[in-house]
């Protein structure tokens, strides 16, 4: 356990850094964390084409109150975002907050911020990761 949560915090670490293409294309946690961060800064910037190849067609997130949403609402939801005059920055997730599991080429991303807990799915085909589905649930804090 100590040497998976070290493995974790190395994983965020990086994620914070540039994050090359390289990392984010491993089967491991350190290319689902790389993956994590990129897709926050991709949401955060508005980085349609990004989302665009990380979202799957059939991608769906469930948000804290049920409401599902496709991926092109979340492309959407990003690029309003990113066109408000100063978005409020989304910083990236603390190390004990952000734990992911990797098992073969399916892979579960789960944080809890802000009292929400979020989990996303993942699974790895064509040399990269493809985010199939999301929940957000609040959590009491």
Do not use: C
């Amino acid at each position: 356990m100590r040497r998976f949560l070290l493995t974790v915090a190395i994983a965020v670490a990086m994620s914070t850094s540039a994050i090359a293409d390289s990392t984010e294309t491993q089967p491991t946690v350190a290319g689902v964390a790389a993956v994590e961060a990129h897709w926050l800064k991709a949401f955060q910037t508005g980085d349609a084409a990004y989302l665009q190849q990380l979202l799957t067609d059939d991608y769906i997130s469930v948000n804290a109150k049920g409401v599902p949403r496709d991926r092109a609402t979340i492309i959407g939801l990003a690029q309003a975002h990113a066109a408000q005059p100063s978005p409020a920055p989304m910083h990236a997730l603390p190390e004990p907050a952000l734990m992911i599991r990797v098992q073969g080429t399916s892979a579960i991303a789960t944080s809890d911020v802000g009292g929400q807990r979020s989990v996303d799915v993942f699974f790895y085909a064509d040399g990269r990761w493809h985010a199939w589905y999301s929940q957000h649930t609040a959590v009491s804090t």
